[in-house]
C-alpha cells in the first residue's frame, strides 16, 4: 500500500487527485496540506490535515503537489528531505530550482515527476512541436488558461519553447531587435503569448511559418479531470524511477 500526502488537497486539482488517489486500490490517503482544510472539514478524520508545512509530522511514500508557484521549491525540498517521492503538478520551478531538487533527490536516493502538464494531449502536442521545429524553426505560442492561474507563462509553454528550441536544426528568424511589447514574453527565442480569461480551462497552440506556408499544432483541455489520466500514470510509476525527471513524456511509451 502506497502511502500518498497531497499538497493543495483543497485547489480545484488537488479535489480530483483525491478523488483519484481514494479509488486506487493501492493507495492510502494519510494526509493534506491546505489551509483551511481542518476547518471546513472536507476529509475524514483518518486523514491528517496540515495548515503549514513545518506542522507536518508524518510519514508517507508519495507526496503529490498541486499548489502555487511560491510554495512548491519548499514543499517540493521538505518532501524529498523527508523521504517522500513527489509528483508535482505546480507551475514555476525556475531551471536552477528544478536542478536544485534533483541534485537533493539524486542524495536521498529518489525518483519522482515534475511535469509542466499531465494532459496527454499537451504531451503529445510538445513533442510534435520539437519534431515540427527541425523544418519550421519560426514558432511563437499562444497558451490560454483560466482566470485565476497564478502565473504567466504557463510552464507547459515554456517547455513547448524550450522542446522547440532543441528541436531547431538552425535558428529561427524572430526579430527580437524591433519593438516587441506585443510579442509576448521571449523564451529561448520563442515568444509567449499568455492569454487569462473566465470560461477557459487550459488550451495552448504553437504556430510555425516557413516560406509560403505555415503549421499550427493546437491542444485544449476542457475539463481538470481530463489530467487524472497523467496524474493516475505518475502514481503507477513513482515508486519505481530512480531520478527526479521533468516531463511526462520521461515516464509514457510515445
Given at each position: ?30 494526509g493534506v496540506l491546505a489551509p483551511h482544510a481542518k476547518k471546513d472539514g472536507d476529509f475524514a ?109 504557463s510552464g507547459t509553454a515554456i517547455n513547448t519553447a524550450k522542446m522547440i528550441a532543441k528541436g ?87
Open positions: 500500500m502506497k502511502r500518498v500526502f497531497i499538497a493543495g488537497a483543497t485547489g480545484s486539482m488537488g479535489k480530483q487527485v483525491v478523488q483519484l488517489v481514494e479509488k486506487q486500490a493501492d493507495c492510502e490517503l494519510v478524520k483518518t486523514v491528517q490535515c496540515f495548515d503549514q508545512l513545518d506542522e507536518i509530522d508524518i510519514s508517507a511514500d508519495i507526496w503529490i503537489d498541486f499548489t502555487t508557484p511560491q510554495a512548491v521549491f519548499e514543499n517540493v525540498k521538505f518532501a524529498l528531505n523527508h523521504q517522500m517521492r513527489p509528483i508535482v503538478g505546480t507551475s514555476g520551478l525556475t531551471t536552477e530550482q528544478t536542478e536544485e531538487l534533483q541534485k537533493i533527490a539524486e542524495g536521498q536516493q529518489l525518483g519522482g515527476v515534475i511535469a509542466p502538464n499531465f494532459g496527454l494531449s499537451a504531451v503529445l502536442l510538445m513533442k510534435f512541436a520539437q519534431e515540427a521545429a527541425r523544418y519550421f524553426p519560426d514558432a511563437e505560442i499562444i497558451e490560454m488558461h483560466h482566470a485565476d492561474k497564478l502565473d504567466a507563462p531547431r536544426s538552425g535558428s529561427g528568424s524572430i526579430d527580437t531587435n524591433n519593438d516587441a511589447r506585443a510579442r509576448g514574453d521571449l523564451y529561448d527565442g520563442v515568444p509567449i503569448h499568455a492569454v487569462r480569461l473566465p470560461g477557459y480551462v487550459a488550451h495552448e497552440q504553437v504556430l510555425f511559418g516557413g516560406p509560403g506556408e505555415a503549421l499550427t499544432i493546437r491542444q485544449d483541455s476542457f475539463d481538470r479531470s481530463s489530467f487524472m489520466q497523467g496524474v493516475k500514470v505518475a502514481l503507477d510509476q513513482v515508486m519505481s524511477l530512480s531520478k527526479l525527471v521533468v516531463g511526462l513524456d520521461k515516464i509514457l511509451s510515445i
